[in-house]
């Protein structure tokens, strides 16, 4: 496949929290976590990410995907291009 879409939705809310105060965050995170197109095929060498992603780069210190302090973790609304030499 040359063309492929991914969509993920989440709902990161913290349940039973009543009233404002510090609870108001937690409540309400309901939406669109994941929702990207892949254009190209990686076996071919290159390949396109268009979209909300995450981008674990490396060991993720810097830039990673998932948090342990975030419920919904790291996301990025990019464009990345993967290039596989000798493919």
């Known amino acids: 496949n040359w063309l492929s879409f991914r969509t993920e939705i989440q709902d990161a809310s913290a349940f039973r929290l009543g009233g404002g105060g510090d609870a108001a965050p937690l409540r309400n995170r309901a939406g669109v976590r994941l929702a990207y197109a892949d254009i190209g095929v990686e076996e ?3 390949q396109f990410r268009v979209g909300r992603q995450e981008l674990p780069l490396g060991d993720e210190m ?19 291009l993967r290039h596989r030499h000798g493919a």
């Open 62 to 80: 810097l830039v990673g995907a998932d948090s342990e302090w975030d419920p919904i973790g790291y996301l990025f609304d990019a464009v990345r």
């Open 44 to 46: 071919d060498g290159l």
